[in-house]
T-cell receptor, first 115, second 115 residues
Framework: GAGVSQSPSNKVTEKGKDVELRCDPISGHTALYWYRQRLGQGLEFLIYFQGNSAPDKSGLPSDRFSAERTGESVSTLTIQRTQQEDSAVYLC?????????????FGPGTRLTVL | GDSVTQMEGPVTLSEEAFLTINCTYTATGYPSLFWYVQYPGEGLQLLLKATKADDKGSNKGFEATYRKETTSFHLEKGSVQVSDSAVYFCALREAGGTSYGKLTFGQGTILTVHP
């Protein structure tokens, strides 16, 4: 498929465990974003990668959250010592550039449930 | 910081009714504006966009005009269909600065259209 893919689609974990979420952007897209969507709320920006530039981490809610991206390919979002308030749908998006009008294409999301 | 405020839902309409979903924004610069839609069981997708004042974005019978003087980007459709039932998100993208690239979303408006 040519779209953004994410895995796993669902993840249930126990409080205190670490989780790793994966995003495969559209091939050739230099920009990659992570967002979080809590139940009944809008999307919150977490982190933004653009090419080889330093990522914009301004949206990460705590130091338990981190993300990496290898070149212009796969990205992983890691949440350490998960808490119940981390339960949400985590969405990844990519765009062909960081331009102000460029469209962000979203993946289907990973639904994380922390028990 | 930047923010987006949408009219609260849910909105329930009969088929062929006129739709307006209000959206206003606060931004320090000159952002691009977007409407995204999330159909039941599907991922978030771009509905329409506008990148400068007085631009009108349109798609699938939906329209929104970038009003800089009122900082608004209201979504309208003249005659809704059952298939328009979805969650609609207004969003902005900053024109520059350290957080360039990220989207700031409103909280979403649930639209239900009955036959």
């Amino acid at each position: 498929g040519a779209g953004v893919s994410q895995s796993p689609s669902n993840k249930v974990t126990e409080k205190g465990k670490d989780v790793e979420l994966r995003c495969d952007p559209i091939s050739g897209h230099t920009a990659l974003y992570w967002y979080r969507q809590r139940l009944g709320q809008g999307l919150e920006f977490l982190i933004y990668f653009q090419g080889n530039s330093a990522p914009d981490k301004s949206g990460l809610p705590s130091d338990r959250f981190s993300a990496e991206r290898t070149g212009e390919s796969v990205s992983t979002l890691t949440i350490q010592r998960t808490q119940q308030e981390d339960s949400a749908v985590y969405l990844c998006a990519s765009s062909s550039s960081g331009g102000r009008g460029s469209e962000q294409f979203f993946g289907p999301g990973t639904r994380l449930t922390v028990l | 910081g930047d923010s987006v405020t949408q009219m609260e839902g849910p909105v329930t309409l009969s088929e062929e009714a006129f739709l307006t979903i209000n959206c206003t924004y606060t931004a320090t610069g000159y952002p691009s504006l977007f409407w995204y839609v999330q159909y039941p069981g599907e991922g978030l997708q771009l509905l329409l966009k506008a990148t400068k004042a007085d631009d009108k974005g349109s798609n699938k019978g939906f329209e929104a005009t970038y009003r800089k003087e009122t900082t608004s980007f209201h979504l309208e459709k003249g005659s809704v269909q059952v298939s328009d039932s979805a969650v609609y998100f207004c969003a902005l993208r900053e024109a520059g600065g350290t957080s360039y690239g990220k989207l700031t979303f409103g909280q979403g408006t649930i639209l239900t259209v009955h036959p």
